[in-house]
T-cell receptor
Framework: GESVGLHLPTLSVQEGDNSIINCAYS??????FIWYKQESGKGPQFIID?????DKRQGQRVTVLLNKTVKHLSLQIAATQPGDSAVYFC?????????????FGTGTSLTVIP | GEEVAQTPKHLVRGEGQKAKLYCAPI?????VFWYQQVLKNEFKFLIS????????ETGMPKERFSAKCLPNSPCSLEIQATKLEDSAVYFC????????????FGPGTRLTVT
């Protein structure tokens, strides 16, 4: 089966600092990736996505970097705020155009210290 | 509606009983996805629909799990003869564009099998 994993299960950062959450994937054919944020008791919320023809994509306070050479994905959150505290998941889809399933990583719990 | 709705919020079943979960996708979304999340860890894809047609069912334990998306009705996920290991939060997500676009997740149904 596919393997999408996160390097660190937990991450604590000071409010105002930048956060970096990492994700490794195993399928070099994967062509579409999404980062999700899940707050306690809620469903995952889409943060940002990136396709394999890109190596960087920026959103509001978030940046996703894709390194296909080492099959690594990262999510950078600028000026982390208490509201960013949540579990972050990366999800991988190896067959974007045929519509197959996403493979989710285990999740990294981010805690923002005020 | 503008949100994916899932009912019930919590469901408790004795081992061997049937469980049925419901999902109302966002109006206008053609794709529906079901995921299983155990212990706040990674999501397991179960099945997806394009309108009322099964799109991808490679994640479904077919001997006890079934799902439907009928016109003008909420989608449903049914588990016959539940087992202890079925205890999880079941999330439904909907999308306009299948897996190549943002999936909007519902709040989930927590199933506890005793």
């Amino acid at each position: 089966g596919e393997s999408v994993g996160l390097h660190l299960p937990t991450l604590s950062v000071q409010e105002g600092d930048n956060s970096i959450i990492n994700c490794a994937y195993s399928n070099s054919a994967s062509d579409y990736f999404i980062w999700y944020k899940q707050e306690s008791g809620k469903g995952p919320q889409f943060i940002i996505d990136i396709r394999s023809n890109m190596d960087k994509r920026q959103g509001q306070r978030v940046t996703v970097l894709l390194n296909k050479t080492v099959k690594h994905l990262s999510l950078q959150i600028a000026a982390t705020q208490p509201g960013d505290s949540a579990v972050y998941f990366c999800a991988e889809n190896p067959f974007m155009y045929t519509g197959n399933q996403f493979y989710f990583g285990t999740g990294t719990s981010l805690t923002v210290i005020p | 509606g503008e949100e994916v709705a899932q009912t019930p919020k919590h469901l408790v079943r004795g081992e061997g009983q049937k469980a049925k979960l419901y999902c109302a996708p966002i109006k206008g979304h053609s794709y529906v996805f079901w995921y299983q999340q155990v212990l706040k860890n990674e999501f397991k894809f179960l099945i997806s629909f394009q309108n009322e047609n099964v799109f991808d069912e490679t994640g479904m334990p077919k001997e006890r799990f079934s799902a439907k998306c009928l016109p003008n009705s909420p989608c449903s996920l049914e588990i016959q003869a539940t087992k202890l290991e079925d205890s999880a939060v079941y999330f439904c997500a909907s999308s306009q564009t299948g897996v190549s676009g943002e999936q909007y997740f519902g709040p989930g149904t927590r199933l506890t099998v005793t």
